[in-house]
């Protein structure tokens, strides 16, 4: 073969051409292929490729995660701007509906006011009171302090009161109260009092028999010309409200003369300041947890007690005072639990509370412990009626001596307490109950455990604007009796 002769697609001229517009056509079509595969987006191709630019490109990569972040950010913003302003219009609510509450207890605490302005006005100031009157217990005035006390320099030598008997049957009802650290520390009762516009004639405060005779308190109280009242436990006074259990002061102690010295003691150092005092001894006897209580729900003996035991040691307690002649100072206040949720329910009974009872010859005023308080019972419509009437039932089948309400308050939760609070003076307005001579308020805020689960009962006479309201102006109604004293 020679190796001059044309190859096979060239041996002719025609051949030659048309090989060269196959080659034109083909690199054409390849052109048009490449085109439409990078012109596609969602071309596969064209998506590895881009994967693969991005994977070698680190300001790609950041670019796409901080889209990414960006879109996360905006949804989250969105939803936060949704909540608050959701939670804003929650607010207004709230707020126009608290002013409109503030608005109408600012109204009636000054129709209150302007109530206590024209009694002061008209003379009423406390001259009638439950507190002046007849004969004084040290031959003085009975009001021996001015404008509640302050800047007394008055020596116990000097300071007078009322006697025993006047103090007994008061023209005008009693208004008591008890506060943190009164009658050695005034500042809380006086800053309450002022809020109300009138102050208490009777302060309260508790001593346990593990103390003496506190004199000061007697002296204080009566430098502001108040009546002191005082609740006398047979515990130490610092035991822990949440056991019934104190051995060394058992009922049958005390009974059989283990605590003699000590009352002897007591009875002689109430004679020496020579100004009455009320003494509400062992109080809420009837209910099961203090340990002068007789038995338990389930009818068992609290702390060694038996039954009858407590009018045994009311009696031997008086008996001693008598001997001492301290009972021409002393009221002497037996003031039981409110019944309405006693437990078991025959601690609910008349003949319960009869087997309680020291007798008319012991006692100078009956009384009551009574709270609106948590939990409800069904059928509970949160009047001072509810509250009280059952327990003042049994008070006046028992006896026809006075009915002094020796601790009582209401719980601000749920918000029933200025409604409850204008029932309790509505109660005073009813001609009922004109044998209640008065009522000690327990002004405090005091965490407890009712049914095993710990609550906070805030009793404040001021704890919410409302409520103080309802105070003063029920307090301040003429139809209501109470000996009116303007607070400075």
Known sequence: MSTSSPRFWARSRTNARVTAVAA???????????????????????????????ATNPLAVQNAQ??????TTSDTVASQAVRLKRQAAAAAVASAAHAKEMASAQQQLAAAQQEIARLKADGNDGSGGS???????????????TGG????????????????????????????????????NWATF????????????????FSGWDENFRSSAVTRAWQQ????????????????????????YSLPKIIDGGFDAYLHQYAKDIIATGLPVAIRLDHEMNGTWYPWSELTGANKPINGNN???????????HDIFQQEGANNLVIWVWAPNIINNMRPASHATQEFLNGYYPGDDYVDWVGLSGYLRPPWRAGNDFTSSYTYDASLNQLR???????????????????????????FFDGFADPKNADIIGFSWFSLAITSYVGGERSTNDWRIDSRSDSLAAFSQGISRPDTGFALIPAD
């Open 66 to 71: 901080l889209k990414k972040k960006l879109s």
């Open 307 to 317: 039954v009858g035991d407590y009018v045994r040691m009311w009696r031997h307690v």
């Open 190 to 205: 006086d800053a309450t009092s002022k809020k109300i516009g009138v102050q208490p004639n009777v302060v309260g405060y």
């Open 24 to 54: 034109l056509v083909l690199a054409a079509c390849l052109v048009a292929v490449s085109w439409f595969v990078w012109s596609t987006p969602e071309n596969p191709v064209r998506k590895v490729a881009d994967s693969v630019i991005a």
């Open 397 to 423: 089948a028992l006896t026809t001596k006075p009915i002094f309400l020796a601790e009582v308050g209401a719980s601000e939760t749920d918000g029933h307490k200025a409604t409850w609070v204008k029932s």
């Open 225 to 248: 010309g108040r009546l002191p009242l005082l609740t006398w436990e047979s515990r130490p006074i610092g035991a822990d409200n949440n056991t019934n259990v104190a051995p060394e």
């Open 131 to 145: 507190l002046s009157g007849g004969s004084s217990a040290s031959g003085g005035s009975a009001h021996p302090s």
């Open 149 to 184: 006390g302050k800047g007394n320099t008055q020596t116990a030598a000097t300071i007078t009161a009322p006697s025993r008997d006047s103090l007994l049957h008061p023209d005008k009802r009693y208004f008591g109260m008890y506060t943190e650290q009164a009658p050695f």
